[in-house]
């Protein structure tokens, strides 16, 4: 070996250690002392990584931790650690796959179900390099799961966090974002790329913040999108094939060197859910505690209400909007039909007139039987059957006061139960029938 070959190896070996330190100083850490008890928060993708880290955070100050994931043996196994690591016996596990809107819906059906309040919502659940593969949903597999999913569980969990305020959501995006220069909503949809889908999925996540604190102004919910940092996860582990395998041996000792790790990772999260004074920025993108200047493409005029037009007709559960549909249809043809309906306004008394009602035992004619007898009509219940025509009788009696109400049997289905009736009407009542209905 020449003492050329040893010098560049120094070199080498000095510069890897400058590059290091200069990381370690520029990384920002969450400096806050604010405890956390009695307040509740939700933090997608936490059995590991930054996820993990954040929820250990809050775990620490004291809150109410439930860390939402889709794999419940991870997921117990970290709230295990985290109720070992702080003696905070409030961290519980929830099931939720952002691969499925059904589940999104569900999870939020039950923390709606069971939860007074949630001051926090951590969005930090995230894949990478899961090519064109589409979810169950008809959308692509990276975008529901990094976006899509997002987008719907926020929007589900509002009222909550409102009724909680002052609460606050952090979207964990990416500097990546930068990169996606050629973002436009029809592009959600279409895949050019593993890079390009990730890309485009963390942008959206940023236009979704700044057009979610829009629409958020003056609710006490303020929200904050977080680049956390060159951090070494797993955001790989759902990666296959080649492309998968390259990515975690060309990566795995280069991360572990240069990399953050996930705790350094966390601290923009957990900085923008806990520092006090920073309601002011809502809608803003941070990285390491600080906040920067937006990336050129999230400036775009109207391109976050366009997105957020196109998240919520690719989130909408169709089903339930039918269903709503029709029932407000419905609705709205009853009030019709009472607005429209007739009422007799007469207000003349019957006193000493006799009437027949048949079929007076229920519906039309006891309600017509009713209303003769408030009038003081003598009334003849004209019915097939004795014992409903009776609990008729007595009901009329009971709601008018006129006792001059009485039954008289009559089928007619047969003629001759018909004529007996007539006859016995003719001969029994005197002088005259007054109404016949």
Request: glycine content about 6%; charged content about 25%.
């Amino acid at each position: 070996m020449t003492s050329y070959t040893v010098l560049s190896l120094v070199f080498i070996l000095v510069s890897a250690i400058v590059a290091k330190l200069y990381l370690k100083l520029i990384t920002g850490w969450c400096r806050s002392q604010q405890c956390m008890v009695g307040k509740t928060a939700i933090i997608t993708g936490a059995n590991t990584g930054i996820g993990f880290q954040t929820a250990l955070d809050f775990a620490k100050r004291g809150a109410r931790v439930i860390l939402a994931c889709r794999n419940y043996k991870k997921a117990e196994a970290a709230r295990r650690d985290i109720i070992k690591m702080t003696d905070n016996p409030n961290v519980f596990v929830k099931i939720v796959d952002m691969s499925s809107f059904e589940s999104v819906r569900a999870f939020a059906q039950e923390i709606n179900k069971t939860e007074d309040r949630l001051d926090v919502l951590v969005n930090n659940a995230a894949a990478a390099f899961l090519y064109d593969e589409k979810t169950k949903d008809g959308l692509l597999l990276g975008m529901q799961v990094n976006y899509f999913s997002l987008f719907l569980l926020t929007n589900l969990l509002l009222d909550l966090l409102k009724k909680s305020q002052p609460s606050r959501i952090v979207n964990t995006s990416s500097l990546l974002a930068e990169y996606g220069t050629a973002f436009s909503v029809d592009k959600l949809h279409k895949y050019n790329g593993n890079f390009d889908l990730y890309t485009h999925s963390k942008l959206a996540i940023i236009l979704f913040t700044k057009e979610l604190a829009k629409r958020l102004e003056g609710s006490g919910v303020t929200v904050y999108s977080v680049h956390p940092g060159a951090v070494k996860t797993d955001i790989f582990r759902d990666a296959e094939g080649w492309a998968g395998s390259f990515m975690t041996a060309l990566f795995k000792r280069w991360m572990n060197f240069f990399f953050k790790t996930s705790e350094e990772g966390a601290q923009t999260t957990i900085y923008c859910a806990v520092e006090k004074n920073i309601e002011k920025f809502s809608g803003h993108h941070f990285v390491d505690c600080r906040r920067v200047n937006d990336y050129k493409r999230a400036t775009v005029p109207g391109l976050g209400e366009q997105l957020w037009r196109e998240s919520a007709e690719c989130v909408m559960d169709w089903c339930t909007t039918i269903v709503s549909l029709i029932l407000g249809a419905l609705l709205a043809f009853k009030i019709y039909l009472r607005l429209t309906i007739g009422w007799c306004k007469n207000q003349t008394c019957l006193v000493g007139k006799t009437t027949i009602v048949t079929g007076a035992n229920t519906g039309i004619g006891f309600e017509t039987a009713l209303d003769f007898a408030k009038r003081g009509a003598r009334v003849i219940l004209a019915c097939r059957d004795q014992k409903r025509a009776d609990d008729a009788t007595k009901k009329i009696i009971r709601e008018t006061g006129n006792e001059n109400v009485v039954v008289k049997l009559v089928d007619m289905a047969s003629f001759e139960s018909v004529r007996a009736f007539a006859k016995e009407i003719n001969e029994t009542e005197h002088p005259a029938m007054d109404c016949l209905c």
